[in-house]
């Protein structure tokens, strides 16, 4: 009996959509038994899906990756899971990586493919930042963190809910301090069209980058090394590890598209991408390419958009 | 106080690509220190400065090539630095976390410093492993890291510019985000000392469990619809999109 265990997202007072992704590819992967771990919903908000044998429910909300931990060593000795798979996000990617360690199990992220293989899992992932795609055989345990968008969506019903028992562990590390995000009047998060600056630009071409922005009045983003330069304040960093954002409209000038960049900016309605490199990852997530000097094309575009 | 500082020699590849079934022949491939990692090297150098920490060591997994990412760090200003002779570990980052603990085991540091992610792979997953596996607290993605006797800061960026500060004791593991403080670069002088220092190697009976059995170049294009010409009709284009939906 294969039993695979999902880690639930939720969104609000219910499953955020991306766990019925999850359920899904556990179910096409070949697992005979499916449980959702969730917590942060009522027994009567956790509603599953076909196909699960049950919802494990938390006892309260999980305060540290260290209970996040605990809960889901409680499940995989319950269920016997052999995998556990969960959605690729920074903030999964701590506990999966211990978890994984602490039960002999392996850890592949931002799967694109999950499959049961008589002595273990084969699962299929990007690598060389995103320019090839390996299969990859896995022994033993797993834990497989799943991107999203590549699995249909299960359909709901309603499945048996099991509450878990209390997490007792404390967390090793302690919130001591934090600091506000600095004033910037930038929102990314409610933006409808966000134009996006990458190091490719380099940055002499930031500042007219900026003053595109301000003529076309559309939101200023940026990806990560263009902030860490120091070219652009953090508030404008969108992928993991800066704003998450969901535009109608994203234009990315110059950003080759590193997956921490591309998680945070696959709820985009529609992307174009302008850059020199016609391998760049970031074509794989686009509705639009150009393949263009994306310093041309700012200086064009400033031309048709003459300052009022 | 003693650091220890992982490192990974990743491959990047350089224009051309040619897939051969489960490898890339390494003349496609451009090696270096992973970015991040250069950042956590920085992190230990500044806390050695600040004379936190006495000795700054560094260690990578991998064959002999691997060496050079050593060399890199010794340049930049490490005290030194092995390699545990650790081949084919590249997609199983517990493993990796595995051959770490046999390096703790050598070399018993307070700290052991890393970058949150490679640059190849971007799994994220070696420094919670390795964490985990020695029992050790765990800060991930770090921009700042200090220590006060037995008692570790770290800066964390969260969303849009807020900052969390977090403590710790020592031992721990912490994993270091790309930030503002850029790694040093070691002068000619540096980089020639380091050709010729000697890195010793451990080997390891840890085999990795997660094979490679296929590659392929990914289909970057996907579905996207490209667009050429000369860059007044690629903006002439692009401006009706914008306006389209303004």
């Given at each position: 009996m294969?039993?695979?265990v999902?880690?639930?997202?939720?969104?609000?007072d219910?499953f955020?959509p991306?766990?019925?992704?999850?359920?899904?590819?556990?179910?096409?992967?070949g697992a005979?038994e499916?449980h959702?771990?969730?917590?942060?919903?009522?027994?009567?908000?956790a509603?599953g899906?076909?196909?699960?044998?049950s919802?494990l429910?938390?006892?309260g909300?999980?305060n540290?990756?260290?209970?996040?931990?605990?809960?889901?060593?409680?499940?995989?000795t319950?269920?016997?899971?052999?995998?556990?798979?969960?959605?690729?996000?920074?903030?999964?990617?701590e506990f999966?990586?211990?978890t994984?360690?602490?039960?002999g199990m392996?850890?592949?992220?931002?799967?694109?493919?999950?499959?049961?293989?008589?002595?273990g899992?084969?699962v299929s992932?990007?690598?060389?930042s995103?320019?090839?795609?390996v299969?990859?055989?896995?022994?033993?345990?797993?834990?497989?963190?799943l991107?999203?968008?590549v699995?249909?969506?299960a359909?709901?019903?309603t499945?048996?809910?099991?509450?878990?028992?209390t997490?007792t562990s404390v967390?090793?590390?302690?919130?001591?301090?934090?600091?506000?995000?600095?004033r910037?009047?930038v929102?990314?998060h409610?933006?409808?069209?966000?134009?996006a600056?990458?190091?490719?630009?380099g940055?002499?071409?930031?500042p007219?980058f900026?003053?595109?922005?301000?003529?076309?009045?559309?939101s200023?983003g940026?990806?990560?090394?263009?902030?860490?330069?120091?070219?652009?304040?953090?508030?404008h960093?969108i992928?993991q590890?800066?704003?998450?954002?969901?535009?109608?409209?994203?234009?990315?000038?110059g950003?080759?598209?590193?997956?921490?960049?591309?998680?945070?900016v696959r709820?985009?309605?529609?992307?174009?991408?302008v850059?020199t490199?016609?391998?760049?990852?970031?074509?794989?997530?686009?509705d639009?390419?150009?393949v263009?000097?994306?310093?041309e094309v700012?200086?064009?575009?400033?031309?048709?958009?003459?300052?009022? | 106080m003693?650091i220890?500082?992982?490192?990974k020699?990743?491959?990047?590849?350089?224009?051309?690509?040619?897939?051969?079934?489960?490898?890339?022949?390494?003349?496609?491939?451009?090696?270096?220190m992973s970015?991040?990692?250069?950042?956590?090297?920085?992190?230990?150098l500044?806390m050695?400065?600040?004379?936190?920490?006495?000795?700054v060591?560094?260690?990578?997994?991998?064959?002999e090539?691997?060496?050079?990412v050593?060399?890199?760090?010794?340049?930049m200003?490490?005290?030194?630095?092995?390699r545990?002779?650790?081949e084919?570990m590249?997609f199983?980052?517990?493993?990796?976390?595995?051959?770490?603990?046999?390096?703790?085991t050598?070399?018993?540091?307070?700290?052991?410093?890393?970058?949150v992610?490679?640059?190849?792979?971007?799994?994220?997953?070696?420094?919670?492993?390795?964490?985990?596996?020695?029992?050790?607290?765990?800060?991930v993605g770090a921009?700042?890291v200090?220590?006060?006797?037995r008692?570790?800061?770290?800066?964390?960026?969260?969303?849009?510019?807020?900052?969390?500060?977090?403590?710790?004791?020592?031992?721990?593991?912490v994993?270091?985000?790309?930030g503002?403080?850029?790694p040093?670069?070691?002068s000619?002088?540096d980089k020639m000392?380091?050709?010729?220092?000697?890195?010793?190697?451990h080997?390891t009976?840890i085999?990795?469990?997660?094979k490679?059995?296929?590659?392929?170049?990914?289909?970057?294009?996907?579905?996207?619809?490209?667009i050429s010409?000369?860059p007044?009709?690629?903006?002439e284009?692009?401006?009706?999109?914008?306006?389209a939906e303004?």
């Amino acid at each position: 009996m294969t039993a695979v265990v999902v880690i639930a997202e939720v969104s609000g007072d219910d499953f955020d959509p991306i766990t019925a992704e999850l359920v899904s590819a556990a179910l096409k992967g070949g697992a005979e038994e499916v449980h959702v771990v969730a917590w942060g919903l009522s027994e009567s908000q956790a509603v599953g899906y076909e196909g699960v044998k049950s919802i494990l429910l938390a006892d309260g909300v999980p305060n540290s990756v260290e209970q996040v931990k605990e809960l889901v060593h409680q499940v995989v000795t319950r269920t016997g899971a052999t995998c556990v798979v969960a959605s690729f996000n920074w903030r999964n990617t701590e506990f999966a990586a211990a978890t994984a360690a602490t039960h002999g199990m392996s850890i592949v992220t931002d799967c694109l493919s999950l499959e049961i293989q008589p002595s273990g899992w084969r699962v299929s992932r990007p690598a060389y930042s995103g320019k090839v795609e390996v299969d990859l055989h896995v022994d033993g345990g797993l834990v497989a963190l799943l991107r999203d968008r590549v699995w249909p969506a299960a359909r709901r019903d309603t499945v048996p809910v099991v509450k878990m028992p209390t997490l007792t562990s404390v967390s090793a590390v302690t919130q001591v301090g934090s600091t506000e995000a600095p004033r910037s009047g930038v929102d990314l998060h409610s933006a409808g069209i966000i134009f996006a600056v990458g190091r490719g630009l380099g940055a002499e071409g930031v500042p007219e980058f900026v003053e595109l922005t301000d003529r076309l009045g559309v939101s200023l983003g940026a990806s990560r090394p263009v902030v860490d330069a120091g070219w652009l304040p953090h508030a404008h960093q969108i992928g993991q590890s800066g704003t998450s954002v969901a535009p109608r409209l994203y234009v990315a000038f110059g950003i080759s598209g590193a997956m921490q960049h591309l998680v945070g900016v696959r709820k985009a309605q529609q992307i174009i991408a302008v850059n020199t490199d016609p391998r760049a990852p970031i074509f794989s997530i686009a509705d639009v390419a150009v393949v263009a000097d994306g310093t041309e094309v700012v200086k064009a575009l400033l031309e048709l958009l003459p300052r009022s | 106080m003693k650091i220890l500082v992982a490192l990974k020699h990743v491959g990047a590849v350089s224009g051309v690509l040619e897939v051969d079934v489960d490898h890339i022949d390494p003349a496609f491939l451009e090696f270096a220190m992973s970015d991040a990692d250069g950042y956590a090297v920085e992190a230990a150098l500044l806390m050695r400065d600040r004379a936190e920490a006495a000795e700054v060591v560094a260690v990578t997994c991998g064959g002999e090539p691997a060496t050079a990412v050593v060399r890199d760090a010794i340049s930049m200003g490490v005290d030194r630095g092995f390699r545990m002779s650790a081949e084919d570990m590249g997609f199983d980052p517990i493993a990796v976390g595995r051959v770490l603990c046999e390096a703790v085991t050598t070399e018993s540091p307070d700290l052991v410093l890393m970058g949150v992610q490679s640059s190849d792979l971007g799994q994220q997953s070696v420094g919670p492993a390795t964490a985990a596996l020695l029992g050790w607290p765990c800060v991930v993605g770090a921009t700042i890291v200090q220590v006060d006797g037995r008692t570790l800061t770290a800066h964390r960026d969260l969303e849009g510019g807020a900052q969390e500060i977090v403590s710790c004791e020592l031992p721990a593991v912490v994993t270091v985000q790309t930030g503002s403080q850029q790694p040093r670069y070691g002068s000619f002088k540096d980089k020639m000392a380091a050709k010729k220092a000697e890195i010793p190697s451990h080997s390891t009976e840890i085999a990795s469990r997660v094979k490679v059995v296929a590659m392929r170049p990914a289909l970057s294009t996907g579905n996207a619809e490209f667009i050429s010409g000369d860059p007044r009709s690629i903006a002439e284009k692009l401006l009706a999109m914008v306006r389209a939906e303004q």
